[in-house]
Protein backbone atom coordinates (compact mmCIF):
# COMPACT_ATOMS: atom_id res chain seq x y z
CA UNK A 1 0.00 0.00 0.00
CA UNK A 2 3.03 2.50 0.69
CA UNK A 3 4.06 2.13 -3.15
CA UNK A 4 0.18 2.85 -4.20
CA UNK A 5 0.46 5.96 -2.19
CA UNK A 6 4.12 7.02 -3.07
CA UNK A 7 3.15 6.64 -6.62
CA UNK A 8 -0.32 8.39 -6.10
CA UNK A 9 1.78 11.08 -4.54
CA UNK A 10 4.57 11.44 -7.10
CA UNK A 11 1.79 11.67 -9.62
CA UNK A 12 0.02 14.05 -7.59
CA UNK A 13 3.08 16.13 -7.68
CA UNK A 14 3.96 15.60 -11.11
CA UNK A 15 0.25 16.85 -11.50
CA UNK A 16 1.08 19.94 -9.71
CA UNK A 17 4.46 20.63 -11.19
CA UNK A 18 2.81 20.05 -14.67
CA UNK A 19 -0.05 22.42 -13.84
CA UNK A 20 3.12 24.94 -12.98
CA UNK A 21 4.64 24.48 -15.75
CA UNK A 22 1.34 25.31 -18.43
CA UNK A 23 0.52 28.00 -16.36
CA UNK A 24 4.33 29.85 -16.80
CA UNK A 25 4.04 28.41 -20.57
CA UNK A 26 0.66 30.05 -20.81
CA UNK A 27 1.68 33.44 -19.29
CA UNK A 28 4.79 33.67 -21.11
CA UNK A 29 2.88 33.16 -24.61
CA UNK A 30 0.44 35.52 -23.91
CA UNK A 31 3.39 38.15 -23.03
CA UNK A 32 4.77 37.09 -26.40
CA UNK A 33 1.84 37.88 -27.97
CA UNK A 34 1.58 41.01 -26.02
CA UNK A 35 5.55 42.32 -27.07
CA UNK A 36 4.32 41.12 -31.10
CA UNK A 37 1.62 43.07 -30.91
CA UNK A 38 3.74 46.24 -30.14
CA UNK A 39 6.00 45.11 -32.10
CA UNK A 40 4.23 45.33 -34.94
CA UNK A 41 2.50 48.44 -34.11
CA UNK A 42 5.73 50.03 -33.75
CA UNK A 43 6.84 48.67 -37.23
CA UNK A 44 4.04 49.98 -38.89
CA UNK A 45 4.63 53.29 -37.84
CA UNK A 46 7.97 53.46 -38.64
CA UNK A 47 7.18 52.70 -41.77
CA UNK A 48 4.96 55.22 -41.72
CA UNK A 49 7.07 57.66 -40.46
CA UNK A 50 9.77 56.49 -43.49
CA UNK A 51 7.39 56.63 -46.15
CA UNK A 52 6.35 59.88 -44.62
CA UNK A 53 10.25 61.40 -44.77
CA UNK A 54 10.68 59.86 -47.87
CA UNK A 55 7.41 61.94 -49.59
CA UNK A 56 9.25 64.80 -48.14
CA UNK A 57 12.24 64.23 -48.83
CA UNK A 58 11.49 64.04 -52.46
CA UNK A 59 8.69 66.63 -52.43
CA UNK A 60 11.99 68.87 -51.43
CA UNK A 61 13.89 67.40 -54.25
CA UNK A 62 11.75 68.18 -56.34
CA UNK A 63 11.40 71.91 -55.63
CA UNK A 64 15.31 72.36 -55.55
CA UNK A 65 15.00 71.18 -59.00
CA UNK A 66 12.59 73.00 -60.55
CA UNK A 67 14.08 75.98 -57.96
CA UNK A 68 17.34 75.17 -59.92
CA UNK A 69 15.89 74.84 -63.77
CA UNK A 70 14.39 78.29 -63.26
CA UNK A 71 17.59 79.42 -62.47
CA UNK A 72 18.95 78.15 -65.88
CA UNK A 73 16.40 79.45 -67.54
CA UNK A 74 16.51 82.92 -66.44
CA UNK A 75 20.55 82.83 -67.42
CA UNK A 76 19.91 81.58 -71.10
CA UNK A 77 17.47 84.41 -71.35
CA UNK A 78 20.22 86.60 -69.80
CA UNK A 79 22.76 85.37 -72.22
CA UNK A 80 20.56 85.99 -74.78
CA UNK A 81 19.73 89.72 -73.74
CA UNK A 82 23.12 90.11 -73.41
CA UNK A 83 24.39 88.86 -76.52
CA UNK A 84 21.48 90.79 -78.32
CA UNK A 85 23.04 94.09 -77.20
CA UNK A 86 26.56 92.84 -77.88
CA UNK A 87 25.29 92.49 -81.18
CA UNK A 88 24.41 95.81 -81.17
CA UNK A 89 27.21 97.18 -79.76
CA UNK A 90 29.04 95.43 -82.45
CA UNK A 91 27.12 97.32 -85.09
CA UNK A 92 27.17 100.37 -83.24
CA UNK A 93 31.38 99.89 -83.55
CA UNK A 94 31.22 98.96 -87.09
CA UNK A 95 29.62 101.85 -87.95
CA UNK A 96 32.21 104.11 -85.97
CA UNK A 97 35.21 102.23 -87.73
CA UNK A 98 33.68 102.84 -90.63
CA UNK A 99 33.40 106.48 -89.98
CA UNK A 100 37.11 106.43 -89.24
CA UNK A 101 38.24 105.37 -92.02
CA UNK A 102 36.45 106.99 -94.00
CA UNK A 103 37.32 110.32 -92.11
CA UNK A 104 41.03 108.79 -92.82
CA UNK A 105 40.58 108.50 -96.23
CA UNK A 106 39.38 111.86 -97.31
CA UNK A 107 41.65 113.57 -95.05
CA UNK A 108 44.62 113.44 -97.47
CA UNK A 109 42.31 114.35 -100.62
CA UNK A 110 41.54 118.12 -99.71
CA UNK A 111 44.74 119.73 -99.47
CA UNK A 112 45.09 121.51 -102.71
CA UNK A 113 49.24 122.73 -102.92
CA UNK A 114 52.04 120.16 -102.66
CA UNK A 115 52.88 121.65 -98.45
CA UNK A 116 48.99 121.06 -97.84
CA UNK A 117 49.19 117.46 -99.89
CA UNK A 118 52.08 116.35 -98.07
CA UNK A 119 50.30 117.60 -94.17
CA UNK A 120 47.60 115.78 -95.37
CA UNK A 121 49.10 113.16 -96.04
CA UNK A 122 50.59 112.98 -92.63
CA UNK A 123 47.67 113.74 -91.18
CA UNK A 124 45.79 110.72 -92.99
CA UNK A 125 48.50 108.49 -92.03
CA UNK A 126 47.91 109.66 -88.38
CA UNK A 127 44.19 109.38 -88.69
CA UNK A 128 44.80 105.33 -90.10
CA UNK A 129 46.63 104.87 -87.07
CA UNK A 130 43.99 106.30 -84.93
CA UNK A 131 41.32 104.29 -86.82
CA UNK A 132 43.34 101.44 -86.45
CA UNK A 133 44.29 101.71 -82.66
CA UNK A 134 40.14 102.49 -81.96
CA UNK A 135 39.49 99.10 -84.07
CA UNK A 136 41.33 97.45 -81.87
CA UNK A 137 40.72 99.11 -78.58
CA UNK A 138 37.13 98.72 -79.31
CA UNK A 139 37.01 95.02 -80.19
CA UNK A 140 38.87 94.17 -76.71
CA UNK A 141 36.40 96.24 -75.35
CA UNK A 142 34.00 94.48 -76.90
CA UNK A 143 35.97 90.68 -75.64
CA UNK A 144 36.33 92.28 -72.28
CA UNK A 145 32.19 93.15 -72.15
CA UNK A 146 30.96 89.74 -73.10
CA UNK A 147 33.17 88.04 -70.61
CA UNK A 148 32.16 90.53 -67.98
CA UNK A 149 28.50 89.83 -68.96
CA UNK A 150 28.88 86.10 -68.86
CA UNK A 151 30.74 85.73 -65.21
CA UNK A 152 28.31 88.32 -64.07
CA UNK A 153 25.41 85.99 -65.35
CA UNK A 154 26.90 82.62 -63.85
CA UNK A 155 27.61 84.48 -60.65
CA UNK A 156 23.98 85.79 -60.52
CA UNK A 157 22.50 82.42 -61.39
CA UNK A 158 25.06 80.86 -58.69
CA UNK A 159 23.64 82.76 -55.90
CA UNK A 160 20.26 82.54 -56.92
CA UNK A 161 20.39 78.65 -57.15
CA UNK A 162 22.31 78.70 -54.25
CA UNK A 163 19.38 80.71 -52.29
CA UNK A 164 17.19 78.57 -53.49
CA UNK A 165 18.35 75.34 -52.36
CA UNK A 166 18.85 76.82 -48.67
CA UNK A 167 15.56 78.64 -49.10
CA UNK A 168 13.81 75.40 -47.30
CA UNK A 169 16.46 75.25 -45.02
CA UNK A 170 15.85 78.57 -43.28
CA UNK A 171 12.32 78.32 -42.87
Same mark, same amino acid.
Given at each position: ???????????????????????????????????????AV??????? #?? !? @? $? %?? =? +???? &? /??? #?? !? @? $? %?? =? +???? &? /????? !?????? +???????????????? +?????????????????????????????????????????????????????CE????????????
Amino acid at each position: MIAWRTIGAAASLALVVWALWGTCEHGRSTMDAEWQARWAVRDAGDQQ #AW !A @Q $E %EA =R +ARSE &E /QRR #AA !A @Q $E %EV =R +ANAR &E /QEHIA !ATGADG +ADAAGKRLHDDAARYA +AAEGKCAADSAAAARGQAATRAAMVLSDLLARADTRAGELAKAYDRARIAGLACEASYTALIKQAEQ
